[in-house]
């Protein structure tokens, strides 16, 4: 398991239309292997680091605003010939105050949930990534896949000021 831990600052407040109105989301990334054929031989890691997310005003006359970073990329290391492989994905987040969303970009292998994967707490697993199909070399150098993670973090001004902190999980299992 791999986890990097949500940066340790708070944003500054803005002042405007909607005074000190400030949505942050920090998202911790944690990847496990479970479930898979041959887990011993699948890696999963990080690159990028977690996104740090930030609205803190709003266009004149708009009561929603976005922010989205696609700065981390999923890389799945397999040396294994059995398969196909999924990823599902899914979140912990404590008192949930806005919309948490993720989307694979640029996959190397693999077929994508299409469209975002809204992240909430009270929900299970949801295939993010499927369709992986085995390695075709059980010898070193493993196969190495990629995705690109695409967040988005949505608020709107009834939402109110506030900080999430999201663990967000991928994990690899037999499909």
Known sequence: MYSIS???RM????????????AFLAVGLLAGVW???????QVLEFEGGPPDLRVSSFAPGTATAADT???????????????????????????RQFDLSVAARDET??????????????QAPM?????????????????????TLEYRLETSVTDG???????????????
Do not use: K, M, N, W
Not at 35 to 41: D, Y
Not at 161 to 175: L, M
């Open 6 to 8: 949500p940066p340790g």
């Open 11 to 22: 944003p500054s407040r803005r002042l405007g239309l909607l005074r000190g109105l400030i």
């Open 35 to 41: 479930g898979a054929p041959s887990s011993a031989a």
């Open 69 to 95: 970073d696609a700065s981390t990329t999923l890389i799945i290391e397999r040396t294994d010939t059995a398969g196909p492989l999924e990823i599902v994905v899914d979140t912990e987040v404590t008192d």
């Open 109 to 122: 292998h693999g077929t994508p949930r299409e469209g975002p994967i809204e992240l909430r707490d009270d």
């Open 127 to 147: 295939e993010f990534l499927r369709d992986i199909e085995p390695c075709d070399r059980p010898a070193a150098p493993p196969c190495r896949e990629q995705v």
């Open 161 to 175: 000021p506030g900080t999430d902190y999201h663990v967000v999980r991928y994990t690899v299992q037999a499909q």
